[in-house]
């Protein structure tokens, strides 16, 4: 009778067996399918083909343009000295234009041809009917702001943004991997507290059954007889609501995954060996600003900030723009007669422009843009204050959590050890049942602590992974 009741203890305490998924495959399946893993890959390929557009605007541009064009003048006959009478005209330009932009001084070169077509309408037409303009060759030079490049600085903010949204799709799969980190964790320990449950009614139930054979032969008290029976009831509200806690993490990781739901005899592998992270704070500093998307974010933002400075720079004062028009141009009053002879001709012109008075707004302009600059460079230092922070923490909590880890560990197989000699000493009846239920509470309280710091390691762990990328 005392083996079968130790028999019968010590088998209450196995888990039960079933089909296991390890974390790295519930972190696979998360990566793949969640709705937020399709948002950032989207937003990166939107990035991306943004940048293409970027880089061939920067490339020669070739444009066919078709411009009509209507005009009708009113002049007042009954006056001598009105020299433009009453017409209508109607005129077509079409230009074909082959462009560049000087990315190394800020202008646009550009090469091409025009020919403009012009048909009057006049009641005493005193000139010609019908005119052609064309220009077989023209070649030019136009920039409207001297000193000022904005190639230089759209490239600049451009490959940073670029780079933030490498980092940024990165960074957001890292943070998948955290967030089913999480749930995983969340549905195995729901799990253990059900596998205990489950040994604890079985237990329960074994011990109340052997107990009322016991009674009837005057071997158990009432009132262990009684004690047993709400030990049994108690573990069966505790199987009730394990239960309940386990389907609803189980729902939760079914939803995270976009999966119908898992199966109900899906089992989690709890990872049990822990990585081994030799990597210094000032190491983990380093690679954490090397691949922060926030950070690439906030530089992008503070190269703009600047970029607008020196533009409202140049602005505040006198304004000079240069345009230069060389080519070859004829009229004629037939299509043939504007190609014959044509002459050379060069326009060059500059632009001055010197505000007089403009109640301050280009130097206020400067001052608004300076200080938005100014606040960029402040959030950046913020963005680098908290990701340090973060690092630092990340790596005192993964440390902690190692040595937690260690510390259960050694906790569950003492717990182990006792609960099995305390349950030889009950069927041998060495001890009473509440010896034998305590030990089985430090057992369940041991293997729950030990649960609880595997998931705080490996959520740790993830999360550090998630700001240094590191393999």
């Given at each position: 009778?005392?083996?079968l ?30 709705l937020?893993?399709?948002?950032s890959?989207?937003?990166?390929e ?15 541009q ?7 064009n ?8 009954s006056?001598s ?20 932009k ?33 220009t ?22 451009e ?24 749930r ?8 253990g ?10 237990t329960?139930d074994?011990?109340?059954a ?15 007889l ?17 239960r ?24 989690l ?19 954490a600003?090397?691949?922060?998307a926030a950070?690439?974010?906030q ?14 720079r140049k602005?505040r ?9 060389v080519g070859?141009q ?11 002879h ?13 505000p007089l ?25 913020e ?13 005192d ?55 609880s ?15 240094t990328q590191?393999e």
């Open positions: 009778m005392r083996k009741l130790f028999g019968l203890l010590i088998l209450c305490g196995l888990p039960l067996p079933g089909r296991a998924q390890s974390l790295d495959e519930i972190i696979r399946l998360a990566q793949d399918s969640t937020t893993a399709f948002q890959r989207y937003a990166y939107f990035q991306l083909q943004k940048n293409a557009r970027f880089e061939a605007l920067r490339k020669p070739l444009t066919l343009d078709l411009i009509p209507y005009q009708r003048m009113i002049g007042d006959l006056r000295y009105v020299y433009v009478r009453n017409y209508d005209r109607f005129s077509t330009l079409t230009q074909l234009t082959l462009s560049q000087v990315l190394g001084l800020g202008g646009e070169a550009y090469v091409g041809s025009r020919f403009l077509w012009s048909e009057y309408f006049a009641h005493d037409q005193a000139g010609r009917p019908r005119e052609f303009l064309a077989p060759l023209i070649v030019g030079y136009q920039q409207s702001l001297l000193g000022y490049n904005p190639y230089r600085w759209e490239k600049a903010v490959d940073q943004r670029l780079e933030a949204a490498r980092r940024q799709l990165s960074y957001e799969l890292h943070l998948i991997a955290e967030e089913a980190t999480r995983f964790f969340r549905l195995a320990c729901a799990q507290m059900l596998d205990m449950c489950e040994r604890n009614q079985q329960a074994t011990l109340y052997i107990a009322r054979e016991k009674a009837g032969i005057a071997m158990v008290t009432l009132a262990e009684r004690s047993l029976e709400l030990q049994r009831l108690n573990a069966a509200n505790a199987l009730l609501s394990a309940n806690e386990e389907q609803l993490a189980r729902e939760s990781l079914a939803a995270y995954l976009r999966t119908p739901v898992l199966p109900a005899g899906t089992r592998a709890v990872p049990t060996a822990t990585d081994q992270v030799l990597l210094t704070d000032d190491e983990a500093l380093l690679m600003r090397a691949h922060s950070l690439q974010q530089q992008a933002a503070l190269t703009e900030a600047r970029h607008q400075e020196e533009k409202a602005e004062g006198p304004k000079v723009g240069v345009g230069l028009d070859m004829q009229l004629g009053s037939t299509f043939s007669a504007a190609y014959q044509p002459q050379l001709y060069m326009v060059g012109t500059v632009t001055l422009s010197v008075m403009d109640h301050g707004a280009a130097r206020k302009g400067h001052a608004a843009a300076a200080a938005w600059a100014s606040r960029e460079e402040m959030a950046l230092q963005v680098e204050r908290a990701l340090s922070e973060d690092v630092h923490i990340t790596l909590n993964l440390r902690s959590h190692r040595q937690l880890l260690a510390h259960t560990a050694e906790a569950v197989a003492m717990a182990d050890e006792v609960f099995e000699l305390t349950a030889e000493n009950y069927a041998n009846g060495l001890c009473d049942i509440n010896t034998y239920s305590l030990a089985q509470n430090r057992r369940d309280e041991a293997y729950n602590q030990h649960l710091a595997l998931a705080g390691y490996w959520t740790t762990y993830y999360h550090l992974l998630t700001l590191h």
